[in-house]
């Protein structure tokens, strides 16, 4: 069964840094594409980088402050957030697909697994 689990939101001031993790059962992190997102409260969901085959691309919205890695021996998958901002609050979500289309890897219909979200709030 294909699970995948995110954690490691939390509560931390603007400048400050979070590590989200992303553990997953049912398959090897380095055979699927596995992507993070969000969505804060009355907007879309936001795709915010991925991996593929070992390569990793992040949006321009937080390209240069979150990072994405991996770690295939512990089959999980973590997003690096430095500088976060208010404008980063959002419940956080990791996706993975063992077949997207390859159009837009950040878009949420490429995905049809996800994990449960944890929040992330950035106060002022």
């Known amino acids: 069964e294909v699970q995948l689990q995110a954690f490691g939101g939390g509560l931390v001031q603007v400048g400050g840094s979070l590590r989200l993790s992303c553990s997953v059962s049912?398959?090897?992190?380095?055979?699927?594409?596995i992507a993070w997102f969000r969505q804060a409260p009355g907007k879309e969901r936001e795709g915010l980088s991925y991996?593929?085959?070992?390569?990793?691309r992040s949006s321009e919205s937080v390209q240069g402050r979150f990072t994405l890695t991996s770690d295939n021996a512990r089959n999980e998958v973590y997003l690096q957030m430095n500088n976060l901002q208010p404008e980063d609050t959002a419940v956080y979500y990791c996706?993975?697909?063992?077949?997207?289309?390859?159009?837009?890897?950040?878009?949420?219909?490429?995905?049809?697994?996800w994990g449960q979200g944890t929040q992330v709030t950035v106060s002022s």
């Open positions: 996706a993975a697909d063992p077949a997207p289309t390859y159009a837009d890897l950040l878009q949420e219909y490429e995905y049809d697994y």
């Open positions: 991996i593929s085959w070992g390569e990793t």
């Open positions: 049912g398959f090897n992190v380095r055979d699927w594409v």
